[in-house]
């Protein structure tokens, strides 16, 4: 597609249970990223992959939270046991590799609710 | 490491008034400066850019110029409209590779 795809756009799971969020990239994009912004918040930083390694995981907030690409195309968010805390909007972006170009697309977001 | 800092909102003007939205970074060397813009409802987009000190960045009516010497990429308007009700977010990416790394945000909401 033209644009940053995200999958599912809403997912409402029951807390402890396992989720995956899907990422695809605009075709081409070597640079991945994967922010979480929760209610009325900013955007925070959770990984980001150049190709298919993760050369910063800092923004994880937890080893429930565990990420990876494959391809240098998609990307897949996993969150663990998941918690109420972990609802939030989950947005990924996807850019040319610096420094050939400087901005970075995103998605629409997954909105993930833990009931 | 990288960091922004960005006005706090909510930011409430009258149409057609100014808008002046601060923005400052710490950042090594020549970041690369955004503005993006998250309308009710909607994704994030690009607003504008700055790659070099000072570039000025423009699209939609809204301006920002790259300021080395204050570290600073303020956003400015020169007459808003209730369409420009939006969250707006400013984000370096460092020079060093491809982090990208954003403000807050401020919520601007203009009133009719």
């Known amino acids: 597609g033209a644009g940053v795809s995200q999958s599912p756009s809403n997912k409402v799971t029951e807390k402890g249970k396992d989720v995956e969020l899907r990422c695809d990239p605009i075709?081409?994009?070597?640079?991945l990223y994967w922010y979480r912004q929760r209610l009325g918040q900013g955007l925070e930083f959770l990984i980001y992959?150049?190709?298919?390694?993760?050369?910063?995981k800092s923004g994880l907030p937890s080893d429930r939270f565990s990420a990876e690409r494959t391809g240098e195309s998609v990307s897949t968010l996993t969150i663990q046991r998941t918690q109420q805390e972990d609802s939030a909007v989950y947005l990924c972006?996807?850019?040319?590799?610096?420094?050939?170009?400087?901005?970075?697309?995103f998605g629409q977001g997954t909105r993930l609710t833990v009931v | 490491g990288d960091s922004v800092t960005q006005m706090e909102g909510p930011v409430t003007l009258s149409e057609e008034a100014f808008l002046t939205i601060n923005c400052t970074y710490t950042?090594?060397?020549?970041?690369?400066l955004f503005w993006y813009v998250q309308y009710p409802g909607e994704g994030l987009q690009l607003l504008l850019k700055?790659?070099?000190?000072?570039d000025k960045g423009s699209n939609k009516g809204f301006e920002a110029t790259y300021r080395k010497e204050t570290t600073s990429f303020h956003l400015e308007k020169g007459s808003v409209q209730v369409s420009d009700s939006a969250v707006y977010f400013c984000?370096?990416?460092?020079?060093?590779?491809?982090?990208?790394?954003f403000g807050g945000g401020t919520r601007l909401m203009v009133k009719p």
């Open positions: 972006a996807s850019s040319l590799e610096f420094p050939r170009a400087f901005e970075a697309f």
């Open positions: 075709s081409g994009h070597t640079a």
């Open positions: 992959f150049q190709g298919n390694s993760a050369p910063d």
């Open positions: 950042a090594t060397g020549y970041p690369s």
């Open positions: 700055a790659t070099k000190a000072d």
């Open positions: 984000a370096l990416r460092g020079n060093a590779g491809n982090m990208l790394t």
